[in-house]
């Protein structure tokens, strides 16, 4: 067994740098065995050392000096855990200049700077690992471009977003409205005070685009497809799904298609029958479709200090055999034959659910048909509960009518709904989901 250790510098003991911490030390021998060596951590970098962590450190590792880290020649590795995109990138590039290979957890950072870090590693011949990206401890990143490496992906559905899973968990199975169920993930510490880039689908978008470049060698940016969140959401909507056998989860998918792969972010209806459905509080899962093995489904705990942390340390066994070495160069570089076509939004293809509220007189039906219709939208069920007989002058109620359609594209649903939106007789909130194959 090699004694050479795998010199290691940490920047960032927040939640998952002290998760890495405490992995290190409470399973050195078992990491040793499997890494042919030891893990050593030799310097974390913090902000602010007078801060109490929730991790107990040799003082002699702990420093605030950014820069002598990243130069110090006795540091093979460095964890790059401290968040943000600006400075994280200055980092990780700093470290690779420096002769360092690095692992990071920053799926904002890759999201963003990922095209010229990864070519910048290649070219100086370093490698960046980042298991920990995408869904904490589910080892997708693995899967995707080591264990999927005989099959061409077909699809890609997929639960990344802890926070979002947990708001529509609560709404279904406890009967929340939105708001509560937010501020219930906040109480627990799901969600952040800014809740903003987990419930509008950003985070999940950002995930996607990894997984996507991993799996289908293209580097697509989250502007390029339609990402939409779940804030609209409301009971009803959990309550006529249920009705239709569905349950409503936010879907991140990658599918090829006919127009080439289309790709979302967006409040989907799932077959309650199905895995991704049955994934509930805030684990996330992912389910592949690879033309020779089939479908695969995956699931854990998408985020939190041990989980993340778990990733992390898997990727620097991976450093320290050298497994990670050998496969980063290919990831992420194209595939072969000619590039695919990303399909438009409009062109993405499903089964909508739509929701409208809408004035319970005669005709108003007709007239929302008509629409569709005119859109080449055919229906595939119609929900309208009974409402109280009015009488004399009053006013006629408004009621929701839930509609499911065959499938038909998203530029042909959008249409539909700029001109129901003009319909006198259809007020409030419009909600319009789509359903999963």
Known sequence: MAETPLRI????LGTVGSGVARILQQH???L?????????LRR?????LKKTRDVDLPGSLVTDSLTGVLDDPEVDVVLELMGGTMTARDVVLQALENGKDVVTANKALLCQ??????GRAVKLGRTIAFEAAVAGGIPIIAAVSQSMSANRIQSIQ???????????????LAGQSYSDALGQAQELGYAEADPTLDIDGTDAAQKLTLLVRLAFGISVPVSDFHVSGIDRIEPIDISSAGELGYTIKLIAQARLGEAGLAL???PTLVRKDRPLAQTHGSLNAVALDGDSVGPLWMSGRGAGSLPTASAVVADLVDMAVGRAQLTFPRLGLGTPGEPLPIASRDEFVSRFYLRLTVEDRPHVMADVTDILGRRGISLASVIQHEAPEVSGDAASPHVPLIIMTHRTTAGAISAAERELDDLKTVRGNRVCLAVAD
């Not at 510098?9 to 960032?12: E, F, K, L, R, S």
């Not at 997929?158 to 947990?166: D, K, M, P, R, V």
Request: glycine share 8%; proline share 2%; charged share 20%.
């Open 158 to 172: 997929a639960i990344l977003n802890g926070t979002s899973n947990y708001i529509l968990s609560q709404m279904l």
């Open 9 to 12: 510098a940490m920047i960032g």
């Open 113 to 118: 700077a990922g095209d010229e870090l990864f």
């Open 44 to 48: 974390v970098v913090v902000r602010d």
């Open 264 to 266: 979302s972010v967006r």
């Open 28 to 30: 050195r021998e078992l």
């Open 32 to 40: 040793q065995q499997r890494a042919g060596r030891p893990l050593e």
